[in-house]
């Protein structure tokens, strides 16, 4: 008899943790339809997840994307209060070497400004 634990990425089984990431792809892919970009709060609402795990499921949908060789629909993803993605968005571009680790912060705003675009001309 088995007796282990399922594995599980922030508290979710990893068959509830891919339908998370798939729902925030598809949510993503939308607003780059539509050429436009969304906070991190509408997407925490929209996936019903706390303000920690949306940054390992937006981390998540990064790698997913660029593995395949699309553009970083967490570009899409912005702060309420101003126009610009977070930090963290930098630090996993930079972590997986899409961006130099020694961009300075014109370089990582160009590079943000390019994936937004990239998403927008792709799904759009």
């Not at 991190?40 to 303000?51: A, P, T």
């Not at 937006?58 to 702060?79: C, F, I, M, N």
Request: glycine share 6%; proline share 3%.
């Amino acid at each position: 008899m088995d007796t282990a634990l399922p594995q599980t990425i922030r508290g979710y089984a990893a068959d509830e943790w891919n339908k998370l990431i798939d729902r925030a792809r598809t949510y993503l892919a939308g607003v780059a339809q539509e050429r436009r970009t969304t906070t991190y709060k509408d997407l925490q609402e929209f996936l019903s997840v706390d303000r920690f795990t949306i940054a390992y499921v937006l981390g998540e949908v990064t790698k997913r994307e660029k593995d395949d060789g699309r553009p970083s629909l967490s570009a899409l993803v912005l702060y309420a209060d101003r126009p610009i993605a977070g930090d963290g968005f930098t630090d996993w571009s930079k972590r997986n070497e899409w961006l130099s680790p020694s961009a300075d912060d014109e370089e990582s705003y160009v590079y943000w400004l390019k994936e937004m675009h990239a998403c927008w001309v792709r799904w759009g």
